[in-house]
């Protein structure tokens, strides 16, 4: 290892922790944890789904919530604590957990260490997220000298050329591009807000993230395709505990491509991380205050996507513990 590399090595203080340990019958009948947040981020660094690829493992929501005890609402409670300061992301849809930060502290005592990733690797389910683990991993590990980078690049293949930029995208991809320019001309502007009871609703969306395989076409002299199944798996782990979206078509999908549409400020996912984000902090949103009929109104991505309520959301009118 060079120098350089071992002076970015961590010095903090570190102990071993034997992941069986949450089987052990003693440990088991200590008290257990509620759900909370500094739990759940204990359990997905040192818990038996861990593998030998840092942070990065394959595990369900309701899974996760079985072993720790946890009822759904506590873990999405708990897992939205974490996700919101950056400690831990997940495409629940595909089942992959990944914790960013893992591989800074558990670093590969040597190249073949490196190698060994790649079975395991080929076991995590396609999807955007472990694409994103991968470029993380890649240059953390190829920092460490030329042996690891080398082990690296034999084990998952040479990161493409800058100017290549990502893969282009596959023909069903491509096909939905042009579908999604054809449904999301300027008449979808000006349509009726959603009420409040389309959160029973709703949707199945795959767990590919579109765009992930390449950069939607912009239209000539317009704006660029909505990425709709990106924006609806980030509204699934920014706000894991709100209605999931299980049908995403007709005036929803309108809805959300003139939002994107009507400011390019919008035609940025980053941004509507934001967004969601903004939402988490309203209590009413989120279903912790009762309405006027005494039952907590929880809202869907339809409803946040709606013109007024879109509006209300950007002008703060739903934030500290209310309406305005």
Known sequence: MTEAAEARQPKGRYRKVEVKMWGDEKFRRLTPMPPCGQGLWLYLITGPHTGP????????????????GWDIEGFNKAFGEAYSVGMVKADFQS?????????????????NVVRSWGTEFNMIPECGLKSEALDHL???????GEGFAKAFNETFGKPLPKASGKAMPNQEQEQQQEQDQEEEEPTVVGLS?????????????????????GKPT?????PPPCP????????????????EVRIWEGTRRNKLAARWKSDTARQNVEWWREF???VRKSEWLMGK?????????KCTLEWLVSPDNFAKVIEDHYTRGGIR
Request: proline residues 7%; charged residues 25%; aromatic residues 6%.
């Open 218 to 222: 912009r239209k000539k002299d317009g």
């Open 193 to 213: 807000s959603a009420s409040g009871d389309a959160a029973t609703g709703d949707v199945t969306v795959g767990g590919d993230l579109l765009g992930d395989s």
């Open 276 to 278: 969601f984000l903004t």
């Open 289 to 297: 205050i009762s309405g006027r009929d005494g039952t907590p109104f």
């Open 53 to 68: 690829i840092p942070g990065l493992f394959r595990a369900g929501r309701a899974a996760l919530a079985e072993e720790l």
């Open 138 to 144: 890649r240059a953390f590990v190829c920092g460490l």
């Open 95 to 111: 089942r992959v957990v990944w914790v960013p930060k893992a591989i800074t502290h558990n670093r590969p005592e040597s190249p």
């Open 228 to 243: 709709h199944l990106e924006i609806v798996d980030l509204f699934h782990e920014v706000l894991p505990e709100l209605p």
